[in-house]
């Protein structure tokens, strides 16, 4: 019975560290077909903004929480101006300048703080589940990413800027004849998508090996889990974490690390053959599921 | 959207003089030097995701090289070291490798860091008929009479890891290690001397390198319920294990014995409260407090700062290594691969700032001290030494004295 | 130009390349070129597909790597070399089929082809790369996961075990391989098949209600691409004698991608440019000790795609035509009798 807890805990837990991986990179892409390859190196900004300013004496609450998704955001809307917004609509071109983005940012951390930089520790402990020992992190891990998901879902369906945005996305140029700038909508979108990965990567300082490189081990699940999910930017990044999360949890508790890899791969190629839309673009589940966000 | 189109031709030509300016400046350095100075290769990432283990190695060749030519070179001549950066891309380790041989013809390369980065370069450098040392502990085996591997093999530091797990904490041991030869390879190691010791293994667990949550085997370690856990994780993303074991409260529940822990800098970047108490085994540490050993580590923190990554056995090494080589090359009077080679052959020893370092002749492997340690406050506190360790898994299926031809890797066949 | 001059101008220039290198380059630089233009073949299978086949695949890594592999436990297992090289060409191709089968009749889309693709070179990777010890060998050829498969052998005089390549004549296979690859895809692209090809890539649903069935000739164009990357594979274990897991790599997978943008897709020539250019400003980036390799690289990608977005070579193009630089979204459109280099 413990046993089955733990188990059950874990991969909630894991369901949870893939919502924050991909939502933000689900953000961008769901709302501006940009697909973000720098999303990795944002969640380690996320990281490093938090796990630096914490070590300069800031709280380690206000390093997750303020300063590693407000740091990271605003670096996003410096990107969009900078880079982004010259070439939205030509999908391949941002995926080539997000890569070479990517590769810059990793040199310039390398550049400013070396190699390798002192982290900081999780706070809460343990505590048991039965006989077994598991991390009390882990519950606000999970707290943390059904906060933003039903932050963005919220956001989305009931706020004016939500509204705008879903129409923007739909038909910017019939926005546009509204009244509304798509480029201001994009950049705004882009901040936030950004600032979540900002979140996320402070989030997970604590149970993370930080370096330049970290970015590299978090991208292809992130960009699995986000066109697994298909168009609705929430449901899709939910229910696509859900899967992948099981799986890839229940193979390695069962079977191996390499294995458990190899299932989350494995599961995405067989999804996306019955399911060449995503979860929530095709087949019944896309019927379902088509006027969620 | 019309984008904003900005002035293309201004950009690119500053982009263009920039670029050129940064390229120019290292090949007018190189230039300046004595035309007749005996050039030395290195081989390390310096970038990408092994730059951190590449960076302390690079640091510790320059500061030798720097030593040898303030105390008047050798053989009469200034010393330079011709550096590439590999960028943890084995396709450039190639292409340097035959740059390294072919075009600016060092005397010997020093360099390779992952055991694929050096089956890469070895072959290229027995082709082009150059001197070559790998500084870096591994799995052991390789067996070229044309290489010299410095570093400690699984015989010198397993060896003491274990028995010492097994004697302090109990006899149960689960396995944790890197999905690749190290990992693998070290881990039929562990197994050996966990029954050798009397002891059993509960399991063997494999983690690809990118793998960054543990959770669930932090639950499958806690149903086994070992007396020890010994691991063979590699790298930034593994560090993660030791912070979600913490932060899962068994730190102080299961003690944890490792291989690699502390090679990259780990003891100075998670918190004591994840580090403490560990135990290594390793050829060196920067806490030796020998005077060889503190002389070493002032003039590296003189000449690179307190920036620089922990001071490890790949450092030290690295260090080591290249003494050796300077050695030979006194010894034979000359740069000549094969008189070098004959000389290092002799039992060339150094005493470096691990101690002594000896060239055994039947595996091109060092004879050298190994220590146990344990984490404490963001420290090591070595707290048994044992001296003049030799190769002996090597040993066991290589012997360049009566097989001098051979250049291969073995993978040992480790019996129980 | 017409197609048929600048047809023979390009062949008559890499006769001039594959002939006069060895007489201005040292051995080294020989060396150098010849892995350059390994990945050149590499690059152009990737622009095959992509520019002219319209299909985004971000594994062609997996058939580059297959064919490596392929060709060192082949060549380790029979000595001759020849064969060895047409297994590495043959099983990357059928391995392509059966993949395109897989997605094309399956109706993927587009991203999702890049997604399964990628996928795909990920599994490669982790499974070579946990084929450590004595148990995964293949005949005489150990598999050697993460560390590789050292001294694989040359290639030698057809038929003939004795007498292997010297750098020279491998050089000579590398570029003559490389020549032929283009005259071959020339050859495809001027051909009936080639024209609904590309027609497919224009409009995939009217070239289907003229009775085309797009599947198959999607299936058959990423065939040839995984067979052409297979080609690259086997020539680049040749040329370092090491093969390794790495050639799976999403490093590896995203530099081929670079090399296609860079150059120009829609073009061949492009692809060929973009690996050389590519490749030789990372091996200068190498030897310099100011600035961190990542950053150099990264900040040059960056500059490039908002300065010469559609490639080098229809920039270059365009500049001899006097006509303004297409964006790269409307080279996709345009005829591709235009854009034939």
Same mark, same amino acid.
């Not at chain 1, 800027?161 to 996305?169: D, K, N, P, Q, S």
């Given at each position: 019975?413990?046993?089955?807890?733990?188990?059950?805990?874990?991969?909630?837990?894991?369901?949870?560290?893939?919502?924050?991986?991909?939502?933000?990179?689900?953000?961008?892409?769901?709302?501006?077909?940009?697909?973000?390859?720098?999303?990795?190196?944002?969640?380690?900004?996320?990281?490093?903004?938090?796990?630096?300013?914490?070590?300069?004496?800031?709280?380690?609450?206000?390093?997750?929480?303020?300063?590693?998704?407000?740091?990271?955001?605003?670096?996003?809307?410096?990107?969009?101006?900078?880079?982004?917004?010259?070439?939205?609509?030509?999908?391949?071109?941002?995926?080539?300048?997000?890569?070479?983005?990517?590769?810059?940012?990793?040199?310039?951390?390398?550049?400013?703080?070396?190699?390798?930089? $002192?982290?900081?520790?999780?706070?809460?402990?343990?505590?048991?589940?039965?006989?077994?020992?598991?991390?009390?992190?882990?519950?606000?891990?999970?707290?943390?990413?059904?906060?933003?998901?039903?932050?963005?879902?919220?956001?989305? $369906?009931?706020?004016?800027?939500?509204?705008?945005?879903?129409? &923007?996305?739909?038909?910017?140029?019939?926005?546009?004849?509204?009244?509304?700038?798509?480029?201001?909508?994009?950049?705004?979108?882009?901040?936030?998508?950004?600032?979540?990965?900002?979140?996320?990567?402070?989030?997970?300082?604590?149970?993370?090996?930080?370096?330049?490189?970290?970015?590299?081990?978090?991208?292809?699940?992130?960009?699995?889990?986000?066109?697994?999910?298909?168009?609705?930017?929430?449901?899709?990044?939910?229910?696509?974490?859900?899967?992948?999360?099981?799986?890839?949890?229940?193979? &390695?508790?069962?079977?191996?690390?390499?294995?458990?890899?190899?299932?989350?791969?494995?599961?995405?190629?067989?999804?996306?053959?019955?399911?060449?839309?995503?979860?929530?673009?095709?087949?019944?589940?896309? $019927?379902?599921?088509?006027?969620?966000? | 959207?019309?984008?904003?189109?900005?002035?293309? $031709?201004?950009?690119?030509?500053?982009?263009?003089?920039?670029?050129?300016?940064?390229?120019?400046?290292?090949?007018?350095?190189?230039?300046?030097?004595?035309?007749?100075?005996?050039?030395?290769?290195?081989?390390?990432?310096?970038?990408?995701?092994? =730059?951190?283990?590449?960076?302390?190695?690079?640091?510790?060749?320059?500061?030798?090289?720097?030593?040898?030519?303030?105390?008047?070179?050798?053989?009469?001549?200034?010393?330079?070291?011709?550096?590439?950066?590999?960028?943890?891309?084995?396709?450039?380790?190639?292409?340097?490798?035959?740059?390294?041989?072919?075009?600016?013809?060092?005397?010997?390369?020093?360099? =390779?860091?992952?055991?694929?980065?050096?089956?890469?370069?070895?072959?290229?450098?027995?082709?082009?008929?150059?001197?070559?040392?790998?500084?870096?502990?591994?799995?052991?085996?390789?067996?070229?009479?044309?290489?010299?591997?410095?570093?400690?093999?699984?015989?010198?530091?397993?060896?003491?890891?274990?028995?010492?797990?097994?004697?302090?904490?109990?006899?149960?041991?689960?396995?944790?290690?890197?999905?690749?030869?190290?990992?693998?390879?070290?881990?039929?190691?562990?197994?050996?001397?966990?029954?050798?010791? =009397?002891?059993?293994?509960?399991?063997?667990?494999?983690?690809?390198?990118?793998? &960054?949550?543990?959770?669930?085997?932090?639950?499958?370690?806690?149903?086994?319920?070992?007396?020890?856990?010994?691991?063979?994780?590699?790298?930034?993303?593994?560090?993660?294990?030791?912070?979600?074991?913490?932060?899962?409260?068994?730190?102080?529940?299961?003690?944890?014995?490792?291989?690699?822990?502390?090679?990259?800098?780990?003891?100075?970047?998670?918190?004591?409260?994840?580090?403490?108490?560990?135990?290594?085994?390793?050829?060196?540490?920067?806490?030796?407090?020998?005077?060889?050993?503190?002389?070493?580590?002032?003039?590296?923190?003189?000449?690179?700062?307190?920036?620089?990554?922990?001071?490890?056995?790949?450092?030290?090494?690295?260090?080591?290594?290249?003494?050796?080589?300077?050695?030979?090359?006194?010894?034979?009077?000359?740069?000549?691969?094969?008189?070098?080679?004959?000389?290092?052959?002799?039992?060339?020893?150094?005493?470096?700032?691990?101690?002594? #370092?000896?060239?055994?002749?039947?595996?091109?492997?060092? #004879?050298?001290?190994?220590?146990?340690? @344990?984490?404490?406050?963001?420290?090591?506190?070595?707290?048994?030494?044992?001296?003049?360790?030799?190769?002996?898994?090597?040993?066991? #299926?290589?012997?360049?004295?009566?097989?001098?031809?051979?250049?291969?890797?073995?993978?040992?066949?480790?019996?129980? | 130009?017409?197609?048929?001059?600048?047809?023979?101008?390009?062949?008559?220039?890499?006769?001039?390349?594959?002939?006069?290198?060895?007489?201005?380059?040292?051995?080294?630089?020989?060396?150098?070129?010849?892995?350059?233009?390994?990945?050149?073949?590499?690059?152009?299978?990737?622009?095959?597909?992509?520019?002219?086949?319209?299909?985004?695949?971000?594994?062609?890594?997996?058939?580059?790597?297959?064919?490596?592999?392929?060709?060192?436990?082949?060549?380790?297992?029979?000595?001759?070399?020849?064969?060895?090289?047409?297994?590495?060409?043959?099983?990357?191709?059928?391995?392509?089929?059966?993949?395109?089968?897989?997605?094309?009749?399956?109706?993927?889309?587009?991203?999702?082809?890049?997604?399964?693709?990628? &996928?795909?070179?990920?599994?490669?990777?982790?499974?070579?790369?946990?084929?450590?010890?004595?148990?995964?060998?293949?005949?005489?050829?150990?598999?050697?996961?993460?560390?590789?498969?050292?001294?694989?052998?040359?290639?030698?005089?057809?038929?003939?075990?004795?007498?292997?390549?010297?750098?020279?004549?491998?050089?000579?296979?590398?570029? +003559?391989?490389?020549?032929?690859?283009?005259?071959?895809?020339?050859?495809?692209?001027?051909?009936?098949?080639?024209?609904?090809?590309?027609?497919? @890539?224009?409009?995939?649903?009217?070239?289907?209600?003229? =009775?085309?069935?797009?599947?198959?000739?999607?299936?058959?164009?990423?065939?040839?691409?995984?067979?052409?990357?297979?080609?690259?594979?086997?020539?680049?274990?040749?040329?370092?004698?090491?093969?390794?897991?790495?050639?799976?790599?999403?490093?590896?997978?995203?530099? #081929?991608?670079?090399?296609?943008?860079?150059?120009?897709? +829609?073009?061949?020539?492009?692809?060929?440019?973009?690996?050389?250019?590519?490749?030789?400003?990372?091996?200068?980036?190498?030897?310099?000790?100011?600035?961190?390799?990542?950053?150099?690289?990264?900040?040059?990608?960056?500059?490039?795609?908002?300065?010469?977005?559609?490639?080098?070579?229809?920039?270059?193009?365009?500049?001899?035509?006097?006509?303004?630089?297409?964006?790269?979204?409307?080279?996709?459109?345009?005829?591709?009798?235009?854009?034939?280099?």
């Amino acid at each position: 019975m413990a046993l089955t807890g733990l188990i059950l805990f874990n991969i909630a837990n894991s369901i949870a560290v893939l919502v924050l991986l991909s939502l933000g990179l689900g953000v961008i892409y769901g709302m501006m077909r940009v697909i973000n390859l720098a999303h990795g190196e944002f969640l380690m900004l996320g990281a490093y903004t938090t796990v630096v300013s914490a070590n300069a004496g800031l709280n380690l609450w206000v390093a997750m929480l303020v300063a590693a998704p407000l740091a990271v955001g605003l670096f996003g809307l410096a990107v969009e101006r900078l880079f982004i917004r010259f070439l939205y609509g030509r999908i391949i071109d941002t995926m080539l300048a997000t890569w070479g983005l990517s590769l810059a940012v990793v040199g310039l951390i390398t550049t400013i703080f070396g190699t390798t930089v $002192r982290g900081v520790s999780a706070p809460f402990g343990g505590f048991a589940i039965g006989g077994y020992q598991t991390s009390v992190y882990s519950w606000f891990v999970i707290a943390v990413a059904a906060a933003m998901a039903a932050g963005v879902w919220l956001v989305l $369906r009931f706020t004016k800027f939500g509204l705008i945005v879903r129409a &923007t996305m739909q038909n910017p140029d019939m926005a546009a004849a509204l009244g509304v700038s798509p480029q201001w909508i994009y950049m705004m979108t882009f901040a936030l998508g950004s600032a979540l990965a900002g979140l996320a990567g402070g989030v997970l300082a604590p149970v993370s090996g930080v370096s330049p490189v970290m970015g590299g081990a978090f991208i292809a699940r992130a960009f699995i889990t986000v066109l697994g999910g298909g168009p609705a930017i929430v449901t899709g990044t939910g229910l696509a974490s859900g899967l992948f999360g099981s799986i890839s949890e229940v193979a &390695t508790f069962f079977t191996t690390p390499v294995f458990g890899q190899v299932a989350l791969l494995l599961a995405a190629l067989v999804m996306i053959r019955i399911l060449p839309q995503g979860i929530t673009g095709s087949g019944l589940t896309g $019927r379902l599921l088509r006027r969620s966000l | 959207m019309r984008p904003f189109r900005p002035s293309r $031709r201004g950009l690119l030509q500053s982009a263009a003089t920039l670029a050129g300016g940064a390229l120019a400046a290292p090949l007018v350095a190189r230039h300046a030097l004595a035309a007749d100075a005996i050039k030395v290769g290195s081989l390390l990432d310096l970038s990408g995701p092994i =730059g951190s283990s590449g960076q302390a190695m690079h640091a510790t060749i320059r500061l030798a090289v720097d030593e040898l030519n303030a105390g008047g070179g050798l053989l009469g001549r200034q010393v330079e070291l011709v550096n590439y950066d590999t960028q943890s891309t084995i396709q450039l380790y190639s292409q340097y490798a035959q740059q390294l041989a072919l075009k600016d013809k060092v005397a010997v390369v020093h360099g =390779g860091i992952t055991s694929a980065s050096r089956e890469a370069i070895r072959p290229v450098f027995d082709r082009y008929a150059t001197l070559y040392f790998y500084n870096v502990l591994y799995e052991g085996g390789v067996c070229d009479r044309d290489c010299f591997c410095t570093g400690t093999t699984p015989a010198q530091t397993v060896n003491k890891l274990v028995p010492y797990a097994l004697e302090t904490w109990g006899k149960k041991a689960y396995i944790i290690a890197a999905d690749y030869n190290y990992g693998q390879i070290t881990a039929k190691w562990m197994g050996k001397y966990v029954r050798d010791g =009397g002891g059993t293994v509960q399991a063997t667990e494999f983690f690809p390198l990118d793998v &960054t949550e543990f959770a669930a085997t932090i639950s499958k370690i806690q149903q086994a319920g070992p007396s020890v856990v010994l691991s063979a994780l590699v790298g930034s993303n593994h560090t993660a294990f030791y912070r979600q074991w913490a932060a899962a409260g068994m730190k102080d529940k299961i003690p944890i014995a490792s291989t690699t822990f502390g090679l990259v800098n780990e003891i100075a970047t998670i918190a004591p409260s994840e580090s403490n108490g560990v135990v290594t085994s390793y050829g060196y540490y920067e806490e030796l407090s020998t005077p060889a050993s503190t002389a070493f580590t002032k003039a590296v923190r003189a000449k690179f700062g307190d920036g620089l990554p922990y001071i490890s056995e790949l450092a030290c090494a690295t260090y080591e290594g290249f003494k050796l080589w300077a050695e030979g090359v006194k010894k034979a009077g000359s740069l000549d691969r094969m008189k070098v080679t004959e000389a290092l052959e002799t039992g060339i020893a150094v005493d470096g700032p691990s101690g002594k #370092v000896t060239i055994d002749h039947a595996t091109h492997h060092v #004879v050298r001290n190994a220590y146990l340690a @344990r984490a404490a406050e963001r420290k090591w506190d070595v707290f048994q030494s044992y001296p003049d360790q030799a190769p002996a898994d090597t040993a066991a #299926v290589c012997d360049l004295i009566k097989e001098p031809k051979l250049s291969k890797q073995f993978v040992i066949d480790v019996k129980t | 130009m017409t197609g048929w001059a600048s047809f023979a101008a390009m062949v008559a220039a890499g006769l001039v390349v594959l002939l006069g290198l060895p007489l201005v380059f040292d051995l080294f630089g020989l060396l150098q070129m010849t892995v350059f233009a390994a990945m050149a073949v590499l690059a152009l299978s990737q622009g095959f597909i992509w520019g002219y086949g319209g299909i985004m695949s971000f594994g062609q890594t997996a058939f580059f790597g297959l064919g490596g592999y392929t060709y060192a436990v082949a060549v380790m297992n029979m000595g001759d070399s020849t064969v060895p090289v047409l297994l590495s060409v043959l099983l990357p191709t059928l391995f392509a089929a059966l993949l395109g089968y897989f997605m094309f009749y399956g109706r993927i889309s587009d991203a999702y082809i890049g997604v399964i693709t990628l &996928t795909v070179t990920v599994i490669l990777f982790n499974v070579v790369n946990s084929t450590a010890g004595d148990f995964y060998t293949i005949g005489n050829a150990p598999l050697g996961g993460f560390n590789g498969m050292p001294s694989v052998p040359p290639l030698n005089v057809p038929g003939d075990p004795s007498s292997p390549l010297d750098p020279q004549q491998t050089w000579y296979a590398a570029m +003559g391989a490389l020549l032929l690859v283009y005259i071959l895809l020339r050859a495809v692209l001027a051909s009936r098949f080639g024209r609904v090809v590309v027609a497919i @890539r224009e409009n995939e649903t009217r070239a289907q209600l003229l =009775g085309y069935d797009t599947r198959l000739y999607k299936l058959i164009v990423f065939a040839i691409g995984g067979g052409i990357a297979g080609l690259a594979g086997c020539l680049y274990a040749n040329w370092g004698s090491f093969i390794s897991p790495t050639v799976f790599g999403l490093a590896t997978s995203a530099q #081929v991608l670079i090399y296609v943008l860079v150059g120009g897709l +829609g073009t061949l020539l492009g692809p060929i440019l973009g690996a050389v250019g590519i490749q030789y400003l990372i091996s200068v980036i190498g030897a310099q000790e100011m600035v961190n390799a990542n950053l150099v690289l990264g900040a040059v990608l960056v500059v490039f795609v908002l300065l010469v977005p559609q490639g080098l070579v229809p920039v270059v193009q365009g500049l001899f035509r006097r006509v303004p630089g297409v964006r790269r979204g409307q080279v996709a459109e345009a005829a591709p009798v235009e854009v034939e280099l």
